[in-house]
């Protein structure tokens, strides 16, 4: 199982919010997103751009611990980015 938060800093505190969880159970199905219900549209909306990999390939949902280990590099600001949490892979 591979895991990665996206998280982002609030502008009028600076607290840091977890807005969501993807989880790739195994290297062979696709990522999930876990997040409250009202954001699944719009994390699935923000992830639709894909991650980049090797060879200019971009990984999707659907290609699961590819595209969660390649989060991090993906989303890297410093209002909004993904954290690897768990790669048991």
Excluded at 24 to 45: F, K, N, Q, T, Y
Excluded at 53 to 61: C, D, I, K
Aim: glycine fraction near 8%; charge should be negative.
């Amino acid at each position: 199982m591979i895991v990665a938060e996206l998280r982002r800093r609030l502008p009028d505190t600076g607290e840091v919010e977890t807005i969501a969880r993807i989880v790739a159970l195994d290297d062979e199905g696709p990522a999930m997103i876990e997040a409250a219900p009202e954001r699944v549209a719009s994390v699935e909306e923000l992830l639709a751009i894909g991650a980049p990999g090797a060879a200019g390939r971009t990984y999707y949902l659907a290609d699961g611990a590819e595209f969660v280990r390649r989060l991090p590099s993906a989303f890297r600001g410093q209002r909004l980015w993904a954290e690897l949490i768990d790669d048991d892979a």
